[in-house]
């Protein structure tokens, strides 16, 4: 003998049957993942833009590898740290110099 709850909803029930039960209608998944692919496709468009115009010297960076193989790559300490602090200034929005 088979015993079965009629107040429960068999669990095969679909998303378009339980949305026809609320009154909502149900939104295919494919919907949201389009607009994510627009939104990203959006933001996404005006970096590859920057980075494809961007001074880029593949002759520099040979030479700073080796110059880091061979150990001869020497940082400019000053310049590292002006250019943190300007950036530092940049992000809180103050000038980064103190009197």
Request: aromatic share 2%; charged share 10%.
């Amino acid at each position: 003998m088979k015993i079965t709850n009629s107040s429960q909803a068999p669990a095969a029930t679909t998303g378009a049957t339980r949305a026809g039960a609320s009154g909502r209608s149900a939104s295919p998944k494919g919907s949201s993942a389009a607009a994510v692919s627009t939104s990203a496709s959006a933001l996404v468009a005006p970096v590859e833009a920057q980075l494809s115009s961007s001074d880029f010297s593949t002759a520099k960076v040979q030479e700073v590898s080796s110059a880091i193989a061979s150990g001869n790559y020497q940082v400019n300490a000053g310049a590292v740290a002006d250019k943190l602090l300007a950036s530092a200034a940049a992000l809180t929005g103050g000038s980064g110099a103190k009197g």
